[in-house]
């Protein structure tokens, strides 16, 4: 058994950490539904390295990887899972707990107690303090309200108590990215027998850690016609060939529905309409947002609050294009609320809507309500950074070529360009201008995301 010198023995130690978890247990917060999602090595720091080769040539599943590596980066697409992934290890963790099958003592492994931390509330403190450990002192004690918290915290970090699950580095803004980044090396330099499990976009990613890497796999064509089975026959009661419906797909589509959380978008617009089929990731989008908000259209008359199609699809724009502008993926709820109400002014003035007829305030809570974003710390984030993307893409079609190519130069304007070519008539001129300038990596992204339909070319 162990104790903190002068403050706690061992029994109180576990009673502190089973009250932190107790009321995590109650924020968990369910992703999709799929068993697994799986890893494997991928380039930069190779993961292969330090394993036995039977482990590194074969998928992981996020309990594995967890028993194999104590420092790690999960990276993948947008969607991919990753989140979903840390959730689900975060969970059973906390289960484990409560299980007994988690005790508290000397022997036992490392990375008991696990915490998750999302990365897009990352703020750099003046001082110099680590962002990081403080997140983790504030979030034990919002909770055990302990005079000796920093103490409990220097304790749990010495002796590697700790899984630490850092979700979203490409969530931190652009202007605090590098500093994260140092924080999070100094973090496992100072602390290294804590089990550590960051994830981050594929894209974004530069290996920035001298850690293992592995990457979230796409689903196989076996896993797609499953989980089509499973959604068609047991939740929509709907009796197709599921396998003729598969092989009718078009390429494009078979490949956007190897991402997990694209399929579970594809299977809410098809569910009803087998021939409403999304060509590209901007078209299948806009069709989910389309589902979505009349979806929520029937339930109006329960939210006496809620407001009107156009004004929803404005204002989620609006708030999705000012985050983009920033560099962040999330807001304050007071800068929501005043960008929300400008909004108002300018469709009154274009007469869309009557004066006076919503408030800023009424929006964001009719926005709320409908899922599309959440409010955590007095701040406002979309429910997925994609649909951030989206929205900002959404915006983007009201302004001028010029402005736009100003923002296809810009790193972090990736994802919002790609949903952009995919959203608009033709994107004959953007693979045009794009070949002219020898960007030949832009004009393929741009032919990859758009739809061929609508190309000149």
């Given at each position: 058994?162990?104790?903190?010198?002068?403050?706690?023995?061992?029994?109180?130690?576990?009673?502190?950490?089973?009250?932190y978890?107790?009321?995590?247990?109650?924020?968990?917060?369910?992703?999709?539904?799929?068993?697994?999602?799986?890893?494997?090595?991928?380039g930069?720091?190779?993961?292969?390295i330090?394993?036995?080769?039977?482990?590194?040539k074969?998928?992981?599943n996020?309990f594995?990887a967890?028993?194999?590596?104590?420092?790690?980066?999960?990276?993948?697409?947008?969607?991919?899972?990753?989140?979903s992934?840390l959730l689900?290890?975060y969970?059973?963790?906390?289960?484990?707990?409560?299980?007994?099958?988690?005790?508290i003592?000397?022997?036992?492994?490392?990375?008991?107690?696990p915490?998750?931390?999302?990365?897009?509330l990352y703020?750099?403190y003046?001082?110099?303090?680590?962002?990081?450990y403080?997140?983790?002192?504030?979030?034990?004690?919002?909770?055990?309200?302990?005079?000796?918290?920093?103490e409990?915290?220097?304790?749990?970090?010495?002796?590697?108590?700790l899984?630490?699950?850092?979700d979203?580095l490409?969530?931190?803004?652009?202007?605090?990215?590098?500093?994260?980044?140092?924080?999070?090396?100094?973090?496992?330099?100072?602390?290294?027998?804590n089990?550590?499990?960051?994830?981050?976009?594929?894209?974004?990613?530069?290996?920035?850690?001298t850690?293992?890497v592995l990457?979230?796999?796409?689903?196989?064509?076996?896993?797609?016609i499953?989980?089509?089975?499973?959604?068609?026959y047991?939740?929509?009661?709907?009796?197709?060939?599921v396998?003729?419906?598969?092989?009718?797909l078009?390429?494009?589509?078979?490949?956007?529905i190897t991402?997990?959380?694209?399929?579970?978008?594809f299977l809410?617009?098809?569910?009803?309409?087998?021939?409403?089929?999304?060509?590209n990731?901007g078209?299948l989008?806009?069709?989910?947002?389309?589902?979505?908000?009349?979806?929520?259209?029937?339930k109006?008359?329960?939210?006496?609050e809620?407001?009107?199609?156009?004004?929803?699809?404005?204002?989620?724009?609006?708030?999705?294009?000012?985050?983009?502008?920033?560099?962040?993926?999330r807001?304050?709820?007071?800068?929501?609320?005043?960008?929300?109400?400008?909004?108002?002014?300018?469709l009154?003035?274009?007469?869309?809507?009557?004066?006076?007829?919503?408030?800023?305030?009424?929006?964001?809570?009719?926005?709320?309500?409908?899922?599309f974003?959440?409010e955590?710390?007095n701040?406002i984030?979309?429910?997925h950074?994609?649909?951030?993307?989206?929205?900002?893409?959404?915006?983007?079609?009201?302004?001028n070529i010029?402005?736009t190519l100003?923002?296809?130069d810009?790193?972090?304007?990736e994802?919002?360009m790609?949903?952009?070519?995919?959203?608009i008539?033709?994107?004959?001129?953007?693979?045009?201008y794009?070949?002219?300038?020898?960007?030949?990596?832009?004009?393929?992204?741009c032919i990859?995301?758009?739809?061929?339909?609508k190309?000149?070319?």
């Open positions: 058994m162990f104790n903190i010198p002068g403050l706690y023995d061992h029994h109180q130690i576990e009673q502190i950490i089973k009250k978890s107790e009321q995590k247990k109650k924020q968990i917060i369910k992703k999709w539904e799929f068993e697994q999602f799986y890893l494997k090595p991928q930069g720091y190779r993961a292969d330090l394993l036995e080769e039977d482990i590194a074969r998928k992981l996020i594995e967890d028993e194999n590596y104590s420092h790690l980066v999960i990276t993948g697409e947008p969607g991919s899972g990753k989140t992934s689900k290890l969970n059973q963790k906390i289960k484990e707990i409560f299980d007994k099958k988690n005790i003592t000397e022997e036992n492994l490392k990375g008991i107690i915490l998750f931390i999302e990365l897009n703020k750099p003046d001082k110099g303090d680590n962002w990081i403080n997140f983790i002192a504030n979030d034990l004690n919002s909770i055990i309200q302990d005079v000796n918290i920093y409990i915290v220097d304790y749990l970090l010495m002796k590697g108590k899984l630490i699950l850092l979203g490409n969530e931190v803004s652009v202007k605090d990215s590098a500093k994260a980044i140092r924080e999070i090396k100094e973090f496992l330099l100072r602390y290294p027998y089990k550590v499990i960051i994830s981050a976009r594929e894209q974004d990613y530069k290996g920035y850690f850690i293992p990457n979230m796999q796409k689903l196989n064509a076996e896993t797609v499953k989980i089509i089975k499973a959604e068609f047991y939740k929509f009661e709907k009796k197709i060939n396998d003729k419906f598969y092989e009718r078009d390429i494009r589509t078979k490949r956007l991402n997990p959380m694209l399929l579970i978008m809410s617009i098809v569910k009803e309409n087998t021939d409403k089929i999304p060509t990731r078209n989008f806009g069709k989910f947002i389309e589902y979505w908000l009349e979806r929520e259209e029937r109006a008359i329960e939210r006496p809620s407001s009107e199609q156009i004004v929803r699809q404005h204002s989620l724009a609006s708030i999705g294009f000012a985050m983009q502008i920033r560099g962040e993926t807001a304050s709820t007071e800068i929501i609320c005043e960008k929300l109400a400008r909004n108002l002014i300018k009154e003035n274009e007469r869309i809507i009557r004066k006076g007829k919503y408030g800023g305030v009424d929006i964001l809570n009719d926005l709320k309500s409908m899922g974003i959440r955590n710390y701040m984030k979309f429910f950074p994609s649909f951030m993307e989206y929205f900002a893409a959404v915006e983007l079609k009201n302004k010029t402005e100003r923002f296809s810009e790193p972090n304007w994802e919002t790609n949903f952009y070519y995919g959203l008539k033709d994107s004959s001129f953007f693979i045009e794009f070949l002219d300038q020898n960007r030949i990596f832009d004009a393929a992204n990859i995301y758009s739809d061929p339909k190309n000149e070319l």
